[in-house]
């Protein structure tokens, strides 16, 4: 069964902190892994990831994944309260993406 | 518009009526995808449509569900005889092509509560 795992499910750290949010998967017919942060309603995209060892950096969020080992990395350096929110890592398949529980993140002043 | 948008933004009906939800995606958009969120729950895919073909109907919870796509752009999302685990926000997204490596825009999403 083709599935998409995060942890930790939440976390909460204070402002300036540096944070991982790790996501592994085991899903066939792999085509690419995103980043999404969704705050109220609609999931917002961060990055997406094809090829392994390759790091993706905006601003502050930077990922990367490895292809060999099944998973990928979010850190968010200099964490700030509106970096509050949960995010998701989806993996392509097709015309579909999985999605994972997602990792609830809050950052106290 | 440059976004997706929905409609209606919120829906509430009765357990048994039919609803309709419509998904407007980004212009030049060729792939459309439906998706579920539960209370809880991560994002469950639904229905993708390349063009007004829907070449991906597995995540269809049951036959009460169906979706069509005309004109290769509005889609609806069509639940018959609404149940109370139907409540959820429904999401939708497109992407410039379908095969999995174009990144999916989401819209704000219908909300939707089953009484």
């Known amino acids: 069964e083709d599935k998409v795992v995060q942890s930790p499910l939440s976390l909460v750290v204070h402002e300036g902190d540096t944070v991982t949010l790790n996501c592994s998967y085991e899903v066939t017919n792999f085509r690419s892994l995103l980043w999404y942060k969704q705050e109220k309603k609609a999931p917002t995209f961060l990055f997406m990831l094809t090829s392994s060892g390759i790091e993706k950096k905006s601003g502050r969020l930077s990922s990367i994944l490895d292809k060999k080992e099944l998973f990928s990395i979010l850190n968010i350096t200099a964490t700030q309260t509106g970096d509050s929110a949960v995010y998701l890592c989806a993996v392509g398949q097709g015309g579909k993406l999985i999605f994972g529980q997602g990792t609830e993140l809050s950052v106290k002043p | 518009g440059a976004g997706v948008s929905q409609s209606p933004s919120n829906k509430v009906t009765e357990k048994g009526k039919d609803v309709e939800l419509r998904c407007d995606p980004i212009s030049g958009h060729t792939a459309l995808y439906w998706y579920r969120q539960s209370l809880g729950q991560g994002l469950e895919f639904l229905i993708y449509f390349q063009g007004n073909s829907a070449p991906d109907k597995s995540g269809l919870p049951s036959d009460r569900f169906s979706a069509e796509r005309t004109g290769g752009s509005v889609s609806t999302l069509t639940i018959q005889r609404t149940q109370q685990e139907d409540s959820a926000v429904y999401l939708c997204?497109?992407?410039?092509?379908?095969?999995?490596?174009?990144?999916?825009?989401f819209g704000p999403g219908t909300r939707l509560t089953v009484t």
């Open positions: 997204a497109s992407s410039l092509r379908w095969e999995g490596t174009y990144e999916q825009y």
